[in-house]
């Protein structure tokens, strides 16, 4: 068990972008949050496989639909907690 926490910086917020995270973490398996921080930006944490891991962040690189995502500052260290899903955190 890997886990990461990544910065996600573009439009990112109010494009639906935490619900598309939500949804590709859950479906590769994956559990950890997602959320919206005050400088605009969007944090994602989540724990999984390492391969499992990188496609999750692969698919941040992309985004939403409607986002624009400029940059994706991932950081990898030892899990602190263990998640039961995959989650946004309002």
Excluded at 9 to 33: A, C, E
Excluded at 43 to 69: C, D, F, P
Excluded at 78 to 87: A, H, L
């Amino acid at each position: 068990m890997e886990e990461f926490r990544a910065i996600v910086r573009g439009r990112v917020q109010l494009v639906m972008f935490r619900d598309f995270t939500q949804r590709k973490g859950s479906g590769l398996g994956l559990v950890g949050t997602v959320r919206n921080l005050p400088d605009g930006t969007v944090e994602v944490i989540a724990q999984g496989e390492r391969a499992t891991l990188e496609q999750l962040i692969a698919k941040l690189h992309k985004g939403s639909l409607l986002s624009r995502v400029d940059a994706v500052e991932v950081v990898w260290h030892e899990p602190s907690m263990r998640f039961d899903r995959f989650r946004i955190v309002y």
